[in-house]
């Protein structure tokens, strides 16, 4: 069985909720210094909603706030005898959900997408130096519910100057006892795979709401050439 986990901020539910209208196992995990009237909203059509207390921490790009609202919305699906689940940040709409759901199932683990190398020189602190985004987009992963809970089972009481999407796949790859490495082929071996080709071939479209920014067409748009992306 299938569920989604939304997870963060109630400021665009009115502009997303249409995602999920028929789609069964959805939960709503936020905060609760949200908007009654938007918890309201939420409640109205059938989407189950749990308002958490913010860490005391935020974290680096507010890691600690993503993996306390998305954890605790796995918690949830669990308890339910969900057994897959797609996590999503509440700032994106997706075009065609119940078609994405049918192409990611029985996926262990999988992304939007990850990177080649030559992007732009960047070092984080996890015994690893790459020269890229060469690391999985963070904000729409789908898998297992055991595998998500390993990729989300973590807090930072320091303020590590390391991304979000780093991070996540560190816990993933530690909590499974596998070697850590951020690159395609490793990502590939360990059975774990990435969806914005799926998109691009079947005319699914992400929006991140946020910034008015559309993944999948701005992709095509900025990137013609599919290489300078690994799918």
């Known amino acids: 069985m299938q569920g989604i986990i939304i997870q963060g901020p109630t400021t665009y539910c009115k502009e997303i909720i249409d995602c999920y209208q028929d789609i069964p196992n959805v939960v709503f995990s936020t905060w609760n210094t949200e908007p009654q009237e938007n918890i309201d909203y939420i409640k109205s059509k059938n989407i189950e909603v749990i308002q ?5 921490s935020s974290g680096y790009l507010n890691i600690n ?8 919305g796995i918690q949830y699906l669990k308890d339910k005898g969900i057994t897959e689940g797609l996590k999503i940040r509440s700032d994106y709409h997706v075009s065609n959900l119940k078609l994405l759901l049918s192409i990611l199932k029985n996926r262990s683990l999988s992304f939007l997408s990850i990177c ?7 070092y984080y602190e996890l015994e690893y130096t790459h020269t890229s985004f060469d690391f ?7 898998g297992t519910l055991d595998n998500l809970e390993k990729c989300f089972d ?6 590590l100057l390391i991304p979000p999407e780093s991070l996540i796949a560190y816990s993933y790859f530690s909590n499974s006892n596998l070697e850590f490495k951020l690159d395609y082929d490793t990502f590939i071996k360990n059975n774990i795979s990435f969806f914005v080709n799926d998109c691009i071939s079947n005319n699914i479209d992400i929006t991140l709401l946020k910034k008015e920014y559309t993944h999948i067409k ?11 992306y690994e799918y």
């Open 116 to 122: 080649k190398p030559e992007v732009r020189p960047l």
């Open 136 to 142: 999985p987009v963070d904000h729409i992963i789908y």
């Open 218 to 228: 701005d992709m095509i748009k900025l990137h013609s050439d599919k290489n300078q």
């Open 65 to 72: 706030y993503q993996t306390l609202s998305t954890f605790n």
């Open 52 to 56: 958490l207390p913010k860490p005391s």
């Open 154 to 159: 973590f807090q930072l009481e320091e303020n």
